[in-house]
């Protein structure tokens, strides 16, 4: 979707309402983006704010299995036609604080703005980067004596499993001292 600045200019109160729902490729939602937008026309661009969420299908890093996870985005975007953002640059900036009205985009040179992907840049930043399917993610596949993967450990069996020593090296543990008996002495 795509919306002109002069069209923009066009309408009553220079504001346009979307109700977004659209698929976004290259994204791993499984389900289209919706929410309500808004994009307002000023005298140096225009502003897209609102909301959108979908879902999206993971994998966890952790344990490998795929889950789904909601996501919710808030978009507040401003967009100045080119030439408008330099405005200020006679000023140093290097010796003042960064206000919100400092972050802006270019517009393109025919003052379009694509919609659809500003929000599909908003959802790829907002996907979290390490992905875990929760607090009680069973964790890796453990390996057996045969070589082959076990079926993922489930909660205490999986901290039993790790607290027990390869008998090969037990005769190691009389060596030095250990934990529990230092405790009971």
């Not at 389900?31 to 909301?51: E, Q």
């Not at 993967?149 to 060596?175: F, H, M, S, V, Y």
């Amino acid at each position: 979707m795509k919306i002109s600045l002069d069209e923009l200019r066009t309408l009553p109160q220079l504001r346009l309402d979307i109700n977004f729902n659209e698929a976004l490729e290259g994204t791993q939602a499984v389900k289209p983006a919706v929410g309500d937008l808004t994009i307002i026309a000023s005298s140096t661009g225009m502003r897209l704010s609102g909301k959108v969420q979908t879902l999206l299908k993971l994998s966890c890093d952790r344990c490998l299995r795929p889950y789904f996870y909601s996501l919710s985005v808030d978009i507040d975007e401003r967009f100045v036609i080119d030439g408008f953002g330099d405005w200020d640059s006679k000023t140093d900036k290097r010796d003042r604080e960064l206000n919100k009205d400092d972050f802006f985009e270019t517009l393109p040179p025919d003052n379009t703005l694509d919609i659809t992907d500003v929000v599909y840049q908003a959802v790829t930043l907002a996907t979290p980067p390490v992905c875990l399917c929760g607090e009680e993610c069973p964790g890796p596949p453990t390996p057996t004596k045969s070589g082959k993967k076990a079926p993922l450990n489930q909660g205490k069996e999986a901290r039993k499993a790790e607290n027990q020593i390869d008998p090969r090296w037990k005769n190691l543990k009389t060596l030095f001292p250990n934990e529990d008996r230092e405790t009971k002495s």
